[in-house]
């Protein structure tokens, strides 16, 4: 209905108070008195107070008087036209969470063999009924009963194993069907959630050893669907969670596949990108289009897409847990991409239906804000929603096996969340990480954002480090040369970048990558802002560049593909560009098997070494010593008191130009890109190439 036919409508804006809205177009919107009629009791009362003033088109009227939340009023006037009193407006209200938030830790639906408890928390909601559909379709009704603190409550005494359900949350007259912002399964496009028993939903657990410092971590950026759809890769489940749990792989050249592959690359932590249900791929249509899935729907179940059947409520939660499952298996662990910034859509998910104008932030006006250039931003700072996210985040962890979190867009979340997930994760699980994107972006204020700025707020949470980015690989802007392409002007910047006091609180804080999955491959804009040297230097820079993320201090990201030089075609923001652009291209990955066994190499090398792993500025001041030479040539010396070595030196050369170095004659070459060689005392380092040497 347009708000401009209705001539009269009410809301509670506070909780003894309330403004009545009388259309300029009806009686000049003037009316002697109105009175407040409660449905339940039928008492009657007249409203004291107040002439009107102007607002749009309306006359606008205040009163000050008692009502209870979730009882439905009729509101008139004194020509007899009546609303309904809307509770809509109080989420907005600054002492909302005083009277409304709950606690508990009961909310959803509760299931055994004998009966199955709903609850869900619909505090402005004036009725709400569960509507139950038999596995058969036999569709039923049962109104629920309003407990303390806005929680709807019911309990059904029969065994509903597999039944579909919704709420159907009344304001007054009007009524929305939510799926459970709680529940563990819900069927394809969000139409409806799935009661399931939780004892069907065990994993098996591997025993890892502890990470005991987040400098041991080397973290492989990977989405799902790519990592297996490409048919040269001989995974079967393709796009899907099963792929995962698949071992024994290869292509046809022999080469290992799937879950085998990561585990030989050496990488300690494998992140997935978003898991959870988000919105645009049709899980009925699964390949009609393609998104990495920063379009969260649903942050309680599992992507439908990536599941053999997305109506299929135990496989939602089982395949899922297969495939995290499997990867602990091969020793390593599993980090989620979680999108908890904003949602897909606002009027069409379970948080908003439940509670409107409360999981959203607005502004004083009511609007929504835009921090995220999605449209909406979640609340964080409300209690509900701040519980939602802590709530969410242990469900992945505990039932799904997930050990860790990768924080999308966390600037806009505010640090006692994001400190509050950190807590929480560490105490369940003493390896627990958590990372995410420091960006300055979204209307908190300065002091509240979990921004990189803030970083001695959130001294265990990790930034991706952007400093990192620009200087060792160049800035997003494709023509922009980092010291890797050449920008050799950038030599003391990386030498800071590598060894970094300065930025972070903790060595462990800091991200190190060069590329993920947004933006450009490091291939990709090398081929534009090299591309005068020809494939040949480009991918050798592209080597430069990640033996750069591999040993500097801090903790190393790769994405799935960098370590072939990858490439999405010139494409910069592939998020929708479909299978054929961001595939895990198995065949290119055969291609480049020297590069690969280069990768796995410096992989190694870290892992032994425990001085590329230093995780405190004291160990790094005493151990670590890096040099600019000739103003060119990185040289990067570590030593350490224990392993076969106590002493390296790395020199990354990204000029044209051969490089002389003094250096003992007991060093020993490990790796190289060219024919270098130690001879009285000295080495020369050829143009864009690298000498990893040690004694
Ligand atoms: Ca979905």
Redesign the pocket.
């Known amino acids: 209905m347009q708000r401009e036919s209705i001539r009269m409508f009410a809301y509670a804006i506070s909780f003894d108070e309330i403004k009545v809205y009388l259309s300029k177009g009806y009686y000049n919107g003037i009316s002697s008195k109105f009175y407040l009629k409660d449905l339940e009791t039928n008492e009657h009362k007249l409203l004291n107070g107040d002439d009107g003033q102007e607002e749009n088109g309306f006359k606008t009227y205040y009163f000050h008087t008692e009502f209870k939340v979730g009882r439905s009023y009729r509101v008139s006037d004194a020509y007899g036209l009546t609303c309904f009193l809307s509770f809509d407006r109080l989420p907005l209200c600054q002492d909302f969470d005083d009277r409304f938030a709950y606690d508990g830790d009961d909310l959803g639906s509760q299931y055994t063999p004998g009966a199955t408890t709903f609850k869900v928390w619909a505090p402005v909601s004036t009725a709400v009924v569960l509507k139950l559909k038999s596995p058969e379709g036999a569709v039923s009704l049962y109104p629920m009963e309003r407990e303390n603190r806005g929680v709807y409550y019911i309990r059904i005494f029969k065994d509903l194993e597999l039944y579909e359900y919704t709420y159907l949350i009344s304001s007054n007259d009007e009524t929305v069907e939510s799926c459970d912002p709680y529940a563990y399964a819900s069927t394809s496009?969000?139409r409806s959630s799935i009661v399931v028993d939780l004892k069907k939903c065990r994993r098996k657990t591997y025993d890892l050893p502890v990470l005991e410092s987040k400098t041991d971590a080397i973290i492989y950026e990977v989405h799902v669907r790519d990592f297996s759809v490409d048919p040269y890769g001989e995974l079967r489940h393709k796009g899907k969670f099963l792929a995962f749990s698949e071992t024994g792989n290869a292509t046809m050249l022999g080469y290992k596949t799937g879950v085998d592959y990561l585990e030989d690359l050496g990488v300690t932590h494998i992140q997935l990108q978003p898991i959870n249900?988000?919105?645009t791929?049709d899980?009925d249509h699964p390949y009609e289009l393609y998104n990495w899935g920063y379009d969260p729907?649903q942050y309680n179940v599992t992507?439908?897409?990536y599941v053999s059947d997305p109506n299929d409520g135990y496989r939602r939660i089982n395949e899922c847990i297969r495939m995290i499952e499997n990867i602990h298996k091969h020793h390593m662990r599993v980090i989620l991409d979680v999108v908890y910034n904003h949602m897909h859509d606002v009027n069409d998910n379970a948080l908003e239906r439940t509670c409107p104008n409360y999981f959203f932030r607005r502004d004083e006006f009511g609007n929504l804000t835009n921090g995220s250039w999605c449209g909406n931003d979640l609340n964080s700072t409300a209690h509900m929603c701040r519980k939602y996210i802590l709530d969410m985040c242990k469900r992945w962890q505990v039932l799904y096996g997930a050990d860790g979190f990768r924080m999308d867009l966390m600037g806009i979340i505010d640090i006692e969340t994001v400190n509050g997930i950190e807590a929480q994760g560490r105490e369940i699980d003493p390896s627990f990480m958590l990372y995410g994107e420091g960006w300055n972006m979204g209307t908190l204020p300065q002091e509240q954002k979990a921004m990189i700025d803030n970083n001695r707020a959130l001294p265990n949470v990790g930034f991706f480090n952007d400093y990192f980015r620009d200087t060792i690989r160049g800035s997003n802007q494709m023509e922009i040369k980092g010291y890797t392409s050449g920008d050799t002007y950038k030599t003391n910047d990386a030498i800071i970048t590598m060894c970094d006091y300065g930025k972070f609180s903790s060595v462990e804080q800091s991200i190190n990558y060069v590329e993920c999955h947004d933006n450009a491959t490091t291939f990709d804009k090398y081929s534009i802002c090299n591309r005068e040297e020809g494939e040949a230097a480009i991918e050798r820079r592209c080597l430069l560049a990640n033996i750069m993320v591999v040993l500097s201090m801090g903790v190393p990201f790769l994405h799935a593909g960098q370590e072939f030089f990858d490439t999405k075609f010139g494409n910069v923001n592939s998020y929708n560009a479909g299978d054929t652009v961001n595939k895990f291209d198995w065949g290119r990955r055969d291609q480049h098997i020297a590069a690969v066994e280069t990768m796995k190499a410096l992989i190694r090398l870290r892992k032994e070494n425990k001085c590329f792993r230093y995780n405190n500025f004291d160990d790094m001041h005493a151990h670590i010593f890096i040099n600019n030479i000739n103003h060119r040539m990185v040289e990067y010396i570590l030593t350490q008191d224990e392993g076969q070595y106590h002493e390296f030196h790395v020199y990354i050369n990204p000029s044209f130009d051969t490089i002389g170095v003094d250096i003992d004659d007991d060093f020993k070459i490990l790796m190289k890109a060219e024919d270098e060689a130690i001879s009285n005392h000295h080495l020369d380092v050829h143009g864009i190439s690298y000498v990893i040497c040690a004694r």
């Open positions: 496009n969000q249900d988000y919105a791929v899980e729907a992507e439908g897409s």
